[in-house]
Structures are given as structure tokens and as C-alpha cells.
């Protein structure tokens, strides 16, 4: 079974400060790691996945299979980030690729 | 482009009645997923169809729910008869298929059972 845990459902930093979102998950296979991101009144979206090695608005994750993470970090967090971020798990199963969440993690980023 | 579109956004029950939502995923996407979304909680995924076909409904209650996608683009999600604990925001989700990860999310439809 795949399992996604996100230990921190509310997160608040001040602008400018460091930030970072924990996951961790459970998989027996090689797993497939996403965030995904819901500004207020906003459509859920994928924010990065961990095959692209990207950043995103300034955010970068690290898949750590040895702690089994994938934390969500930022250097200088800024008001816009403030959202609702979820973690994600895939199964990498071809076609029948699924998705399993976690509880995600408020992010509040204040003046 | 336009985006996944759901209806209705909002729709307020009482229990043991029916309810029934409608999702338009993007078009040419091969895979559309429904997910139930309960306060305080991650998006749990019901069931998931490529083109017409399920290709998982292993978290579907499916004493109570049931879902199509006829002719493999709109689908529709029924609650029959709802109960309390349904009360949550269904999501309809659209991917191309295969391992890019990303999938596209509509706005979801908000149920409220009283």
C-alpha cells in the first residue's frame, strides 16, 4: 500500500524567512513524487515533481529514499506562497497511473 | 485551454436522497479520475477510467456510489442514497495518461448532506 504523510498541517513564517514543508512517504516500489499546490478560490495544480529536478516559484524537493522524504523547501518564503500544499505519491503504473495524497500542509506567510 | 469543468458547484441534500455530479474533462485526455475530498483532508481517489473503461473503483463504496464515462469523454458521479459522512468536495481530474504525473483539476463540486 502507498501511504503519504504530511506531519504539519499548519505552517506559519514570516516573509523573508526559510521555509519547509516535511513528507514523508510509504512505498514498496520505486516511487513517483509530486506537490501539488491550491491557492485561495484556485484550482488544485501540480507545483514540481521529483523526476524533473526543477524549481518552481523558488521551491525545490529532494527525494530522499534512505529517510524516505520529500520535503518541500524554500529559501525566502514571500506572501504570494501562502496556499494549501499537498503531497503526492504515484505507483508509476503505466496507464494505470494513480495518485495518492496526503493531508497537506496550510502555509501562512505573514507581512 | 480550456480547463476541466464540473457542475454543480454547490448542492445541498438531505440524507438518504440522490445526488448526481457531472465532470468535462480536457479535451483529448485519455484518463479522468473522481476524487472525494473531505474536510481537513487529502483528495481521495474513488475511481479512476481510461478512455471508457475502470481501471480502478477498489475505494468506491459501491453500495451507494456508481460512476460512468460514456463514450469516453463526460462522466457523471451519482450518490445513491447519500449519507452524513459524504458531505465533502468531489474532484474530477483529467491526464493525458502514462507517467507525467500531472493531472488537471476542475473546481470541484461542493455537497453538503444535512
Known amino acids: 500500500a502507498q501511504r503519504v504523510t504530511q506531519p504539519e498541517k499548519l505552517l506559519s513564517v514570516f516573509k523573508g524567512a526559510p521555509v519547509e514543508l516535511k513528507c514523508n512517504y510509504s512505498?514498496?516500489?520505486?516511487?513517483?513524487l509530486f506537490w501539488y499546490v491550491q491557492y485561495s478560490r484556485q484550482r488544485l495544480q501540480l507545483l514540481l515533481r521529483h523526476i524533473s529536478r526543477e524549481s518552481i516559484k523558488g521551491f525545490t524537493a529532494d527525494l530522499n529514499k534512505g529517510e524516505t522524504s520529500f520535503h518541500l523547501k524554500k529559501p525566502f518564503a514571500q506572501e504570494e506562497d501562502s496556499a494549501m500544499y499537498y503531497c503526492?505519491?504515484?505507483?508509476?503504473?503505466?496507464?494505470?497511473?494513480?495518485?495518492?495524497f496526503g493531508k497537506g500542509t496550510l502555509l501562512t506567510v505573514n507581512p | 485551454e480550456a480547463g476541466v469543468a464540473q457542475s454543480p458547484r454547490y448542492k445541498i441534500i438531505e440524507k438518504r436522497q440522490s445526488v448526481a455530479f457531472w465532470c468535462n474533462p480536457i479535451s483529448g485526455h485519455a484518463t479522468l479520475y473522481w476524487y472525494q475530498q473531505i474536510l481537513g483532508q487529502g483528495p481521495k481517489l474513488l475511481i479512476q477510467f481510461q478512455n471508457n473503461g475502470v481501471v480502478d473503483d477498489s475505494q468506491l463504496p459501491k453500495d451507494r456510489f456508481s460512476a460512468e464515462r460514456l463514450k469516453g469523454v463526460d462522466s457523471t458521479l451519482k450518490i445513491q442514497p447519500a449519507k452524513l459522512e459524504d458531505s465533502a468536495v468531489y474532484l474530477c481530474?483529467?491526464?493525458?495518461?502514462?507517467?507525467?504525473?500531472?493531472?488537471?483539476f476542475g473546481e470541484g463540486s461542493r455537497l453538503t448532506v444535512l
Open positions: 512505498y514498496s516500489g520505486s516511487p513517483e
Open positions: 503526492a505519491l504515484s505507483n508509476s503504473g503505466g496507464s494505470n497511473y494513480k495518485l495518492t
Open positions: 481530474a483529467s491526464s493525458l495518461g502514462g507517467v507525467t504525473g500531472e493531472l488537471f
